[in-house]
C-alpha cells in the first residue's frame, strides 16, 4: 500500500517560500494515471486543493494559488514538491500530500493521504 509523508518547516516568515516535500514509499509517482496532490487545511472547517502533479511529470494548478504555487518532481528519490511564494498568514495551514488514480478525486478525497504538517506564517 502506497504511503505518504510530508517533510518541511513548520515555520515560514511572510513574504518568503514555504517548501514541502512529500516522500512516497510503497508505490511510485511515475505509476501510469497516478496523480499527485498537495492540499491544505485551513484554521477551522475546509479542505483547500492547491494542485498536482501527474504520473508524466504535468502540472496543475488551483486558479487562486496558480501565480504562487509551483509543484515538482524528483523521481530518483520518489518525491515530490511543494512551493508556494509570497506567503501570508492566510497561508497557515495543514498540509496534506495525497494521491489517487481518479483525476476528479484526487483534488477532493484522494483515497491515499500523508499525515500531514502543520505549517505557521508568522514573523
Known amino acids: 500500500q502506497v504511503q505518504l509523508q510530508e517533510s518541511g518547516p513548520g515555520l515560514v516568515k511572510p513574504s518568503q517560500t514555504l517548501s514541502l516535500t512529500c516522500t512516497v514509499s510503497?508505490?511510485?509517482?511515475?505509476?501510469?494515471?497516478?496523480?499527485w496532490s498537495w492540499i491544505r487545511q485551513p484554521p477551522g472547517p475546509g479542505l483547500e486543493w492547491i494542485g498536482y502533479?501527474?504520473?508524466?511529470?504535468?502540472?496543475y494548478y488551483s486558479p487562486s494559488l496558480k501565480s504562487r504555487t509551483s509543484i515538482s518532481r524528483d523521481t530518483s528519490k520518489n518525491q515530490f514538491t511543494l512551493q508556494l511564494r509570497s506567503v501570508t498568514p492566510e497561508d497557515t495551514a495543514v498540509y496534506y500530500c495525497?494521491?489517487?488514480?481518479?483525476?476528479?478525486?484526487?483534488?477532493?478525497?484522494?483515497?491515499?493521504w500523508g499525515q500531514g504538517t502543520q505549517v505557521t506564517v508568522s514573523s
Open positions: 495525497a494521491t489517487d488514480p481518479s483525476i476528479t478525486t484526487v483534488r477532493s478525497t484522494p483515497a491515499y
Open positions: 510503497g508505490g511510485s509517482i511515475t505509476t501510469n494515471y497516478y496523480y
Open positions: 502533479i501527474t504520473y508524466s511529470g504535468s502540472t
